[in-house]
């Protein structure tokens, strides 16, 4: 489902391989290839296109295959804070969640930038994961691994102050590189406050030579020295 003025727009279905970015779901009876092929729908999106918004139904299974989608909270004060991202190869795990136990979904979703999405329609992926252990297996790598993730960002906002959540949200962002193309506006929404508490706060960690920040972008010169703010 989309909201708002953009749009995304549905691509034409690609049988063979179905999902090569989800190798696990290739390990499927015959019956179950086609029906899956036959089923799933792939739609584009432009940046920041919203496709969830809280209180929706889900209706089917949100595999990424290109860009990421940004699941979000929107605070008592209209605060936007980022839950996770989902990225190539991976599956929105609350969306699993809503689908099999017809929930509404408890957050918003937007792409973020230009983004690849196969759906497979919840009926379907609900045969399949009845019938397939590959289905199974995939569902609750997803479950168990983003879970984690989730408790480690609790457990984060809870106990650790703003300047090692920068931190910390810096690191994972890298991925291990040393430059990241993101703005302090963008860092503020991702963390649930405004631009200039996190302009403070990367000014500060400029100071001790740990980052260093220029017009869109943060350059990690310190990546042990950021970790270490963060335990």
Not at 20 to 37: K, Q
Not at 106 to 118: F, I, L, N, Q
Not at 197 to 209: K, M, T, Y
Request: net charge neutral; charged share 20%; aromatic share 6%.
């Amino acid at each position: 489902m989309l909201h708002g003025s953009q749009t995304a727009y549905d691509r034409p279905m690609i049988r063979a391989p179905t999902l090569p970015l989800f190798p696990s779901l290739s390990d499927l009876s015959a019956a179950s290839s086609d029906l899956l092929a036959a089923s799933v729908r792939r739609i584009a999106c432009a940046d920041r296109t919203p496709l969830i918004a809280c209180g929706d139904m889900v209706t089917g299974a949100y595999l990424v295959e290109r860009g990421a989608l940004r699941v979000y909270y929107i605070s008592a004060e209209g605060r936007e804070g980022t839950l996770y991202w989902v990225e190539p190869g991976q599956s929105c795990i609350l969306a699993l969640n809503c689908m099999f136990s017809r929930l509404a979904y408890p957050a918003w979703v937007e792409s973020e930038g230009h983004t690849e999405v196969a759906i497979v329609p919840g009926d379907i992926y609900r045969r399949l994961f009845a019938a397939e252990a590959a289905i199974q297996g995939f569902t609750f790598n997803a479950l168990s691994s983003r879970l984690f993730e989730l408790m480690s960002l609790i457990e984060e906002t809870a106990s650790q102050g703003l300047e090692a959540r920068v931190a910390a949200f810096l690191l994972r962002r890298s991925k291990g590189e040393a430059e990241i193309a993101i703005t302090q506006e963008q860092i503020a929404r991702h963390l649930s406050t405004s631009r200039e508490v996190i302009s403070r706060v990367l000014r500060g960690l400029a100071a001790r030579r740990l980052l260093e920040t220029t017009q869109g972008r943060i350059t990690l010169l310190d990546s042990s020295g950021l970790r270490l703010l963060t335990k």
